[in-house]
């Protein structure tokens, strides 16, 4: 089995979720070991919160969870890509699809 890397970032690793099937970037969220064990066990992305110091399943209040449908791991072992199903289609706490819909223009 392939070890994560969760020493470089204090116990943390970046999580990108993309959606499986447009391939949209929906979001960026930090895992530590335990929301690792927990997204394989149950299927459902969970990530470590760095401002509530917690774990926490996405979707648990709002029902927009994020269904795995494939990982993938860079090459340092450092940074995950998670390919998911996006149930209910939000995936921002501000009620958009993506937390990337803000563009900036120079």
């Given at each position: 089995?392939?070890?994560?890397?969760?020493d470089?970032?204090?116990g943390?690793?970046?999580?990108?979720?993309q959606d499986?099937?447009?391939?949209?970037?929906?979001?960026?969220?930090?895992?530590?070991?335990?929301?690792?064990?927990?997204?394989?066990?149950?299927?459902?992305?969970?990530?470590?919160?760095?401002?509530?110091?917690?774990?926490?399943?996405?979707g648990?209040?709002?029902?927009?969870?994020?269904?795995?449908?494939?990982?993938?791991?860079?090459?340092?072992?450092?940074?995950?890509?998670?390919k998911?199903?996006?149930?209910g289609?939000?995936?921002?706490?501000?009620g958009?699809?993506?937390?990337?819909?803000t563009?900036?223009r120079?």
């Amino acid at each position: 089995m392939i070890e994560l890397d969760f020493d470089k970032m204090d116990g943390l690793v970046p999580v990108i979720i993309q959606d499986y099937k447009s391939l949209e970037i929906l979001m960026l969220g930090f895992m530590n070991e335990e929301a690792w064990h927990k997204t394989l066990e149950t299927g459902k992305v969970h990530f470590y919160s760095r401002t509530r110091k917690k774990l926490w399943m996405k979707g648990e209040s709002s029902g927009n969870v994020q269904i795995v449908k494939r990982i993938l791991l860079d090459c340092d072992n450092d940074t995950l890509l998670i390919k998911a199903e996006q149930v209910g289609g939000k995936t921002c706490h501000t009620g958009e699809r993506s937390c990337f819909y803000t563009e900036i223009r120079e």
